[in-house]
């Protein structure tokens, strides 16, 4: 099924997580192996893929966003508490929050400084929508190291979430990210 149902998620929505979840985890640990390598006459390059990669992940996760906005989300289990339902509200709200504010963060960096990382790939220039500032560059750039951090650990919480309905609950919550299988 392409679309989600009440009971499942549809092909697409289970691309968008899969995906942004292995390009979220490569951009963090690509952008961790970046601020720790010794400084090298190559380093604009690494920094400008990793720009490219994170205004992608900013599209798709505003297409992630607008998709689950389109279709049904699958309910949680009957019997789960109340109090649960709203943490899973909550900590996903989060994570979309988080993983725009990161990319959002990112893109203002690019623009502060000078150059700048506009250039898509070679292909076309992305308008940047903050002005050359250097001080507002390491603002930026501290502020989205920082929330790249906050991001791990929803990540976390969000596994730690899925392991704890595979193996304790037993619920097929994960199960319906993974397969085509309804509840």
Known sequence: MIRNTRTG?????R???????????????FGWWMN?????????FYRS??????????????LRIVWRALNPTPALPAETWRWQKIAARVSHGALYLVVILVAMLGWAH??????????FFG?????????PDKAAAG???????????????????????????????RDRVVARMVTDEAG
């Open 9 to 13: 998620w549809g092909s697409v929505a």
């Open 139 to 169: 603002a930026y750039e501290d502020r989205h190291i920082f929330f790249a951090y906050v991001l791990l650990a929803l990540i976390a919480i969000h596994v730690i979430a899925a392991l704890w309905h595979h193996f304790v609950r």
């Open 36 to 44: 720790h390598i010794p400084a090298r006459a190559d380093k604009f």
């Open 110 to 119: 690019s623009g502060a400084r000078t150059p700048n990382y506009s250039d």
């Open 123 to 131: 292909l076309f220039n992305v308008p940047q929508f903050t002005s």
């Open 15 to 29: 691309w968008f997580h899969w995906g942004l979840a292995l390009a979220i985890l490569g951009m963090i640990g």
């Open 49 to 62: 893929i990793h720009a490219d990669i994170g205004y992608v992940i900013l599209l798709l996760t505003v």
